[in-house]
């Protein structure tokens, strides 16, 4: 079956067709394909404005969140900087307005110093540099044409891109291999710049001319390496291939079905296939448009791209018989060609792929290792929507130790009551740990840490924080405590109205005392004292929650909270809590156990005005859940699940990057929402919406609910994982992790 058809979103502009080193191996000047005499050395304003017009328009009209353009050339730094700034200018004039425009470059880097860096800063272009490993393994082919060095240069460049201003700019190191180099020296002189990413490129070779040795014994080694060493750095072919693996995205051209979204512009306008189509015959990878008389639509259906773009169909039948072809994908459509069989062969690199890919398969260990605290069947049972007890048990643990690091940073910030924590701590350890769980402690600190320590930190909470465990554990100790807003607030205990400016909590067994210049109050279980409000318990599936009405740090979620709740609105919400809990048992059996070991605190929100159901979580509060009360239990049910997904995900979050640094600009369109979303944004919807369609799904298979709403939020989920597992969107961990999402919505009808 031939690959649905999708929009191109990476474009090449080849904005100079000479290069300033006379490399090799390079397959633009040295390969079949000579067309480069022919091309303007620069490309002209106007070839650019057409251009970018056009990737505009095919942006516009395939309403795409975001394209990437990457200058190219030859060596896109022979353009000089005013003609650069020239390019960049125009392309961010007329694709930005459009979409999100992802500026690269790909560059030797001899010429890029600090103007030039300046100016790509100016721009938000990332680049690329070419560097096929130390001095010697470099000197092998990229050389000056009179036979210098280029090495010294290019270290130079690297140099500057790892200074603080510039290292966002720089986007990795692009290797290619050579088997006569040495694998481990390749490595460790790579590594050795600090770069953010590795891209390990095949030398471009057909079966008419092949490569002079084979490369799997290469790259297995400088795998093996890279894996001894726990993966320092990403490796785009090696992840690309785990990612395959798990039933994720590609990351490389190199490698997977589903490649293909790339396309280039030479510098006389015309549209033509991947460079690496230069390496069959002379002409490969034209295809007789311009930008001038075609659009990006018209390219897509030219014969050599439809083929390029049909996945499984357009390979050879070996390749389709192949065990390992959906992680393969027959390796570049160019490596497969000769001249007796055009493509229908596999890639002349097919033995070299094929022991690479077993290798990465039979390795999982840094897919394991990326994972952080998180086993992998934790981490898989998340992925798949759910999270058994134990799973999120390790997110609730990895949370309390994030709250014992930022109370331990307010503390050496504000030099606010170090001692005093650690005595209660060392008394009562499990109690401490109780009320630092607590998670609004985390959401105080949060707030402290970002004001610098400033106007709306509060540092007496940590007096607060020992003041609660010392009463919780009936510690005989006396803790002063500096009322805010005039309350002192023990986090899980309850808050008192203060009549000073400073309260003495005296705990002890049976209860506690608090003093004030001129005043005192008992506070003992059963007893009703004045000022005192003592924190609301609730029984929720037979586990304790908070129903917490009272934290002054719970206004950090995104509706109001609701004020402190009387008796009979405190006594509606357990009924309707427990009436919500006990559907859970059909409506979400698998959410069950998570809920119970991770559901911390209820928090009562105002009511929408207009009566439309309102929840909310925040990242910086694990374990507790906005809800605005509604009479009806289902709807509870579904708002507890709703928001337990977004609070495991955002634990998961803290633990592992599931989305990649260089996504933070990219939006992409969801079902529930108009507005393009940012990728964790789309991810948190789609994993909340997961769990919202499976309990709709139980519904309407016990004949209790509308078909046409499990439908809607399947359908929800299904396009906005299509969406994330389109292009970079994703860390290795990350395309797993919605890898099992897929796998659970793939399973249902
Ligand atoms: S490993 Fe070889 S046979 Fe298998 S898909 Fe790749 S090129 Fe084709």
Known sequence: MEAPWRPLRHFVLK??????????????????????????????PGTVRAAAARIAQHAARHDLARVSVVLH???????????????????RATIGPVCDLDLRMQTNGVRLDEPVGELLLEFGVRAGVS???????????????????????????????????????????????DAANDPIAVYEALLAQGPPRIDLLLPHATWDNPPPAPLGPWLRAFHDRWLADGCPVPVRLFDSIRSLGLGGPTQSETIGLDTGDVVVIETDGAWEEPDSMKTTWPGGGATGLTVFDASADEVTEQPAMRRRRSGLVALSATCRACDVVRQCGGGLTA?????????????????????????????????????????????????????????????????LAVNRALVGEVMSETAAGGPLLAEVERQAPEIFDEVLRHPFVRSWA????????????????VAAIAAAVAVRAGLRVDIPVGAHDGRIHL????????????????????????????????????????????????TVGGVRVLLEDADPYRDRMEHTPAGRLDADDAGGWSAVLADAWARLAADAPGQIDGLR???RAIVPLTPAPDGTLRSSTSRHAFGALG?????????????????????KLGAVLDLIDLVPDDAAGDRLHVGWRPDPRPVEAALQGAYAHLAIADIWRRRTERGDGRREIYRRYRDWTADAIDGLRTGDRLTVAGSRFVARMADTVGAWG
């Open 15 to 44: 904005v100079h067709s000479r290069c300033d080193l006379a490399c090799d191996h390079c397959y633009i000047y040295e390969h079949a394909d000579q067309s480069w005499r022919g091309r303007p050395v620069m490309i002209a």
């Open 73 to 91: 050339g030859g060596e896109p730094l022979l353009l000089g900087p005013r003609r650069l700034r020239a390019v960049l200018t125009e392309l």
């Open 131 to 177: 560097l096929d490993g130390g001095r010697a393994e470099n000197d092998r082919h990229r050389r000056y044409r009179n036979g210098a060095t280029s090495h010294p240069q290019t270290l130079r460049a690297l140099e500057l891109l790892r200074r603080p201003r510039f290292r966002p700019l720089w986007a990795g190191l692009l290797c290619t291999v």
């Open 335 to 399: 490596h497969r060609f000769s001249s007796a069989r055009g493509f229908d062969n596999p890639s002349v690199y097919c033995d070299d792929l094929k022991e690479l890919i077993t290798v990465i398969n039979e390795h999982p260990g840094p897919v394991a290792g990326d994972l952080g605290a998180l086993p992998a069947d934790a981490f898989d049972g998340l992925g798949y929507g759910y999270g058994d007890a134990a799973a999120v048990a390790l997110l609730a643990d990895a949370e």
């Open 446 to 461: 949060v707030s402290c840490l970002d004001g610098g320590g400033g106007a709306g930190c509060d540092p007496d909470r």
């Open 491 to 538: 986090p899980t205990v309850g808050f008192f109205a203060a009549p000073a400016a400073e309260v003495l909590v005296c705990a002890g067994p049976g209860g506690f005392t608090l003093r004030w210049p001129g005043g005192r109050a008992e506070v003992r279980a059963g007893m009703t004292t004045r000022g005192w409000h003592a924190a609301r318990w609730v």
């Open 597 to 599: 070991q991770g559901l």
């Open 627 to 647: 809800l605005a009360r509604t009479a009806d239990p289902a709807a509870i049910a579904v708002l507890l699940v709703h928001e337990f997904q977004h609070t």
